[in-house]
């Protein structure tokens, strides 16, 4: 779980969130957190979201994720991912507030 950077993703509520940004194949370790999978725009150095979501293991949920395909047909480049320890409702209640501004396609 090496991450390269961080991201800053801001939610419909204005709240912001920081992500590390890791390969698309990059292995988790088993902690509950938020993730996201996104598209690398190296031109204009933009992100597109296709899916969020949340797990109390990112290990056990990234390691076979039914959505994976859907991103993949949307051009997924990398994983962005945190640790969120505040407890599920915490987890959801972050990745409702991205999914308000987001809508990914994979969703």
């Known amino acids: 779980m090496t991450n390269q950077s961080t991201q800053t993703w801001t939610g419909q509520s204005g709240k912001e969130y920081t992500y590390s940004v890791y390969d698309k194949d990059a292995k988790f370790n ?32 990234l390691s076979n994720h039914e959505k994976r395909p859907c991103a993949e047909q949307h051009g997924l480049t990398h994983i ?8 599920q409702a915490a987890r959801r209640e972050e990745e409702q507030d991205l999914l308000g501004r987001f809508n990914p396609p994979c969703q």
Do not use: C, K, M
């Open 30 to 61: 088993d902690v509950p957190g938020n993730y996201i999978f996104a598209r690398h725009n190296s031109q204009n150095r933009t992100w597109t979201p296709l899916y969020i979501g949340e797990t109390s293991s990112l290990q056990d949920r």
């Open 80 to 87: 962005h991912a945190h640790v969120n320890n505040g407890g």
